[in-house]
């Protein structure tokens, strides 16, 4: 079966604009979560979705904002972007995104801001 | 800040048993201790997850100790391809529990 697909992998964008980013979660999966990975400070949490709502967010500036639509698909936006927002985003999904299940990983899409 | 604590690093011979071990002395009675490995520049993959019994899956087996402050990871026999670095989670029915926090990790670095 498909995996979790994130799109594009590789973005190129310069300080003060903003990117979307897309994540296809495994079919049936409805939890979806993003996660920010630099060098510096690791994975970290950025939100998570369930049926459309989010449930959880990270210690991220309100310049980063998701959503999820009914087909679980699920989109983040980098508004005015500054060049420490280079890093590996994540995607990852879950059949429910509780503490039974486990997470599946997209292959991230690199950003890098300049 | 993450709940665990891995050694930074380890090594072991092709072929032979991996044991990466976990601490999480501070963990509750429902909350889960996960596995997960990134190999570089790849998304984070899942390994295994338990909460008091040991588990065992085609990857891997999770050693919990009976008061749960502690786990390892075993590979059987590890391969070139499990140079990785390993991230242990400890995760739960929290305001956190839709979230993975994950520290440093250990880096496992398989020799030939």
């Known amino acids: 079966k498909a995996g979790v697909t994130q799109t594009p992998r590789y973005l190129i964008k310069t300080r003060g604009q903003q990117v979307t980013l897309s994540c296809s979660p495994i079919?049936?999966?409805?939890?979806v979560s993003w996660y920010q990975q630099t060098p510096g400070q690791g994975l970290q949490f950025l939100f998570e979705?369930?049926?459309?709502?989010?449930?959880n967010k990270g210690n991220f500036p309100g310049r980063f904002s998701g959503r999820q639509f009914s087909n679980s698909r699920s989109e983040m936006n980098v508004s005015t972007l500054e060049l420490g927002d280079s890093a590996l985003y994540l995607c990852?999904?879950?059949?429910?995104?509780?503490?039974?299940?486990?997470?599946?990983f997209g292959s991230g899409t690199r950003l890098t801001v300049v | 800040d993450a709940k665990t604590t891995q050694p930074p690093s380890m090594d072991c011979a092709e072929g032979r048993a991996a044991n990466l071990p976990c601490n999480h002395s501070?963990?509750?009675?429902?909350?889960?201790v996960y596995w997960y490995r990134q190999i570089h520049s790849q998304g984070p993959q899942y390994i295994i997850h338990?909460?008091?019994n040991n588990e065992t899956n085609e990857m891997a087996s999770l050693i919990i100790t009976e008061d749960r402050k502690s786990s390892t990871l075993i590979l059987p026999h590890a391969t070139l391809r499990d140079t990785a670095v390993y991230y242990c989670?400890?995760?739960?029915?929290?305001?956190?529990?839709?979230?993975?926090?994950f520290g440093s990790g250990t880096r496992l670095l398989v020799r030939p």
């Open positions: 990852a999904s879950s059949l429910a995104g509780d503490e039974s299940y486990g997470y599946t």
């Open positions: 079919s049936g999966h409805r939890s």
């Open positions: 979705y369930f049926s459309e709502t989010q449930r």
């Open positions: 501070t963990i509750s009675g429902n909350e889960y």
């Open positions: 338990g909460l008091k």
């Open positions: 989670i400890v995760r739960g029915r929290v305001e956190s529990s839709y979230k993975l926090i």
